[in-house]
T-cell receptor, first 115, second 113 residues
Framework: GAGVSQSPRYKVAKRGQDVALRCDPI?????LFWYQQALGQGPEFLTY????????KSGLPSDRFFAERPEGSVSTLKIQRTQQEDSAVYLC?????????????FGSGTQLSVL | SQQGEEDPQALSIQEGENATMNCSYK?????LQWYRQNSGRGLVHLIL?????REKHSGRLRVTLDTSKKSSSLLITASRAADTASYFC?????????????FGEGTQLTVNP
């Protein structure tokens, strides 16, 4: 596709529900990143994939957060038993470079509201 | 915190004026990048400056890097209403293992027509 695509654009969940957020990176991009952005703040790193390998998950805030990229393209971020503090915009980014943290292409994000 | 810190938090100028935003950080970097975010959208990469570079230009953008002061500035010349957005610096720290690109809290720029 022309850019990084994320779905859904908006998600409202009741506390305790599980949610799944999808990211379609730019075709051929090796690196894929997930970031969390609270209102009025900069993005905070969650996790990184190089192709299908999850090389860094040090930013995931708890074991309720899980991400996968099984075929090295589409990625899913899953949040189990959502809590109000999970409310944020979840941004996906991809890059043609492997192993380099440069020139990330971002999607428009999924805005998650946990009630 | 290793986050870049940006100032000012908010900046309001008239169209045609120049806008300057600053970013400071705490530890050695490989590179520093600037991104723009329009309201409700994702971030767009603007420019990257490496630790061995002091100044870089791209169109109306000028970025400087002073590694001795651990600071960078982004200058937008002849601003336009379409430049209204949040601007973030992102640092690639040398000591960081893994793949973390660390973003600051951003400067909200408003360009009034």
């Amino acid at each position: 596709g022309a850019g990084v695509s994320q779905s859904p654009r908006y998600k409202v969940a009741k506390r305790g529900q599980d949610v799944a957020l999808r990211c379609d990176p730019i075709s051929g991009h090796v690196s894929l990143f997930w970031y969390q952005q609270a209102l009025g703040q900069g993005p905070e790193f969650l996790t990184y994939f190089q192709n299908e390998a999850q090389l860094d998950k040090s930013g995931l805030p708890s074991d309720r957060f899980f991400a996968e990229r099984p075929e090295g393209s589409v990625s899913t971020l899953k949040i189990q038993r959502t809590q109000q503090e999970d409310s944020a915009v979840y941004l996906c980014a991809s890059s043609p470079f492997g192993g380099r943290r440069e020139k990330l292409f971002f999607g428009s994000g999924t805005q998650l509201s946990v009630l | 915190s290793q986050q870049g810190e940006e100032d000012p938090q908010a900046l309001s100028i008239q169209e045609g004026e120049n806008a300057t935003m600053n970013c400071s950080y705490k530890t050695s970097i490989n590179n520093l990048q600037w991104y723009r975010q329009n309201s409700g959208r994702g971030l767009v990469h603007l420019i990257l400056i490496r630790s061995n570079e002091r100044e870089k230009h791209s169109g109306r953008l000028r970025v400087t890097l002073d590694t001795s002061k651990k600071s960078s500035s982004l200058l937008i010349t002849a601003s336009r209403a379409a430049d209204t957005a949040s601007y973030f610096c992102a640092t690639d720290f040398q000591e960081t293992s893994g793949s973390r690109l660390t973003f600051g809290e951003g400067t909200q720029l408003t360009v009034n027509p």
